[in-house]
């Protein structure tokens, strides 16, 4: 295989970035890190890492995956970072990850999508959504042939200020994010399928009495309030009154698998 492309996503949005561009890619495999052993890469001439952007950075599960991975010292990398407008320092952060093994990020490319992050607001009006669909399709047709041509650069970023600013809320934030999950709960719609057990990708929860029970080891994924099938989560007081996101082209099988 000439190509791997790594993922990771909570709502989709991700893992549709990396099916759009291992389709485009032609001869590329997509894996979800999640489960991947650090022999994963295998002798790939080229690695992508695909990831939402949380907090304006990387998620810790990304960077304790690709801190693991083991790769060939002269292998082309390149990431999308997937975001809602803010990309901040995400993909820079992620080149300095790789720098200190001695390894170099040749392209990143920050591809926008509709926000998930359900605790701001529910999803997107339609019209909104598809227009922001539509775009990152051409980011993503645009960013196959640099990659295709092995090209270098570039490295996204947002503006100094947030980059300033974010960062240093990004590192605050890291440390609390495992815990945030004490504001999830569960209403009376729950029907006990587990699905939100089974999505979790931190295996984060366990059923007691036929509900959701959370772990404290949370990565604000969101994947559990998203996709539960009857909107039975809920995260702090305003989201009953909130449309749930997820990519529509995206299924819960997808991302079970
Ligand atoms: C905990 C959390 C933090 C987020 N922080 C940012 C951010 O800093 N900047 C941004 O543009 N979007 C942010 N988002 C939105 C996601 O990056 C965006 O919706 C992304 O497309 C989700 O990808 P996924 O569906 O693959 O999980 C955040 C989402 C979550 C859940
Ligand atoms: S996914 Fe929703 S309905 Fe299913 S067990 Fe979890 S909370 Fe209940
Ligand atoms: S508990 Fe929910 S938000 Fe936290 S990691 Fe699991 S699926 Fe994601």
């Known amino acids: 295989m000439k190509t791997v492309i790594f993922y990771y996503s909570g709502t989709g949005n991700s893992l549709w970035s990396a099916r759009l561009l291992a389709e485009k890619l032609g001869d590329a495999k997509l894996k979800p890190m999640k489960g991947a052993d650090a022999l994963a890469a295998g002798d790939a001439e080229a690695v992508g890492f695909v990831f939402p952007v949380h907090v304006w950075g990387i998620p810790f599960p990304v960077m304790t995956f690709i801190e693991k991975l083991s ?50 607001g529910g999803a997107a009006p339609a019209e909104r959504q598809k227009a922001r669909f539509a775009s990152a399709r051409a980011k993503l047709h645009a960013a196959a042939a640099g990659i295709a041509n092995r090209e270098s650069g570039p490295i996204e970023k947002g503006p100094l200020w947030q980059r300033i600013v974010f960062t240093a809320i990004y590192q605050m934030t890291l440390k609390q994010v495992h815990k945030m999950d004490k504001d999830f709960w569960c209403d009376d719609k729950c029907n006990s399928c587990e699905i939100c057990v089974r999505i979790c990708p931190a295996g984060n929860i366990e059923m007691k009495k036929g509900k959701p029970a959370w772990k404290h080891n949370c990565e604000q994924c969101l994947a559990c309030i998203q996709w539960c099938p009857q909107e039975s989560i809920q995260f702090g007081k305003k989201t009953p009154a909130y449309e749930r996101y997820h990519h529509p082209e995206i299924t819960l099988q997808d991302m079970l698998r």
């Open 71 to 120: 790769l060939r010292p002269r292998v082309y990398l390149f990431a999308l970072a997937v975001n809602a407008g803010q990309v901040s320092r995400a993909l820079v952060q992620l080149g300095g990850l790789l720098d200190g093994r001695g390894l170099k990020l040749a392209a990143g490319y920050s591809i926008v999508l509709p926000s998930n992050y359900i605790p701001w």
